[in-house]
C-alpha cells in the first residue's frame, strides 16, 4: 500500500467526519464503522491513526478544548477588566448554550469512560487553572476585586466544581438535580464574593439535562 503523503490531512478528515456524525447522530448511535464510511476511507487508513472510537471522542474533544483557548487568553489579557470580571467573563465564554449545547451532542458523558475524566482533570490541573485562570486571580487579588489565600488553589478548586461536579455533561442529570446543583455553586462562590454563575447561565445548564421519563 503507497505510503500516505499526507497524514495530517487524513487525521482531520477523520475528526470531521466523527464530530459531524457524533452531532448528527449522538456519540453513543455512532459506531466505528459509520466514521469509517463517512470517510470513505479504508478501515486499515483509519485505524493506522485511531484505535477506536473512544480514541476519536478524545481528539474531538481536543479539538473543542482548543477552540476555548483563543477566546480566554484574550479574556485573560483584557487590560480594560478586573480580576473578577475577567472570571466572570470566562464562565459566560464556558457555559455559552451554543458551546454547551455543542459539547452535549457531541461528546459522551465524562463518566462513561474513566479515561476522558482522568484527561479532563488533567487539562484543569496543568493548563486551564495555571496558565488562565490563576493569573485572572492574582490580578483580582492585587486590584480588590477576588480575595483568597492562593490563586492557584482557588483556580483548581473553582474549574473541578464547575466542570466536573456542575457541569451536566458529566453524567445523566436530572433537571432537579441540576437546579440543585446551580443554587449550592451560587451559594458557594457567593460567600467567597464571585458571583459566577447567573441565572440565564443555569437555566441553560438545566435545558442539557437529561429530562425526567413518566
Not at 39 to 45: D, E, N, P, V
Not at 164 to 169: A, D, E
Request: a negative charge; aromatic letters at 6%; glycine letters at 4%.
Amino acid at each position: 500500500m503507497p505510503r500516505n503523503k499526507y497524514p495530517e490531512q487524513t487525521v482531520e478528515k477523520i475528526l470531521d467526519a466523527a464530530a459531524l456524525l457524533f452531532t448528527q447522530k449522538g456519540y453513543q448511535n455512532t459506531t466505528l464503522q459509520d466514521i469509517i464510511d463517512a470517510t470513505k476511507l479504508s478501515k486499515g487508513a483509519v485505524y493506522h491513526h485511531f484505535r477506536s472510537k473512544e480514541e476519536i471522542a478524545q481528539r474531538v474533544g481536543d479539538r473543542l478544548g482548543d477552540q476555548m483557548w483563543e477566546p480566554l487568553r484574550h479574556i485573560r489579557d483584557d487590560p480594560s477588566l478586573t480580576g473578577l470580571q475577567k472570571l466572570q467573563a470566562v464562565f459566560a465564554a464556558s457555559f455559552a448554550g451554543q458551546r454547551q449545547q455543542q459539547i452535549a451532542q457531541t461528546l459522551p458523558h465524562l463518566c462513561s469512560n474513566p479515561q476522558f475524566l482522568a484527561m479532563e482533570l488533567d487539562n484543569i490541573e496543568a493548563h486551564l487553572a495555571p496558565e488562565c485562570i490563576a493569573p485572572m486571580i492574582r490580578q483580582g487579588m492585587a486590584d480588590g476585586s477576588i480575595h483568597t489565600a492562593d490563586a492557584n488553589a482557588l483556580a483548581e478548586a473553582l474549574f473541578v466544581l464547575a466542570d466536573i461536579w456542575l457541569s451536566p455533561q458529566t453524567r445523566p442529570t436530572t433537571p432537579a438535580q441540576q437546579r440543585a446543583r446551580n443554587l449550592v455553586f451560587q451559594q458557594m462562590t457567593h460567600a467567597l464574593g464571585l458571583d459566577l454563575l447567573t441565572d440565564a447561565q443555569a437555566a441553560q445548564l438545566v435545558q442539557l439535562c437529561t429530562p425526567v421519563k413518566d
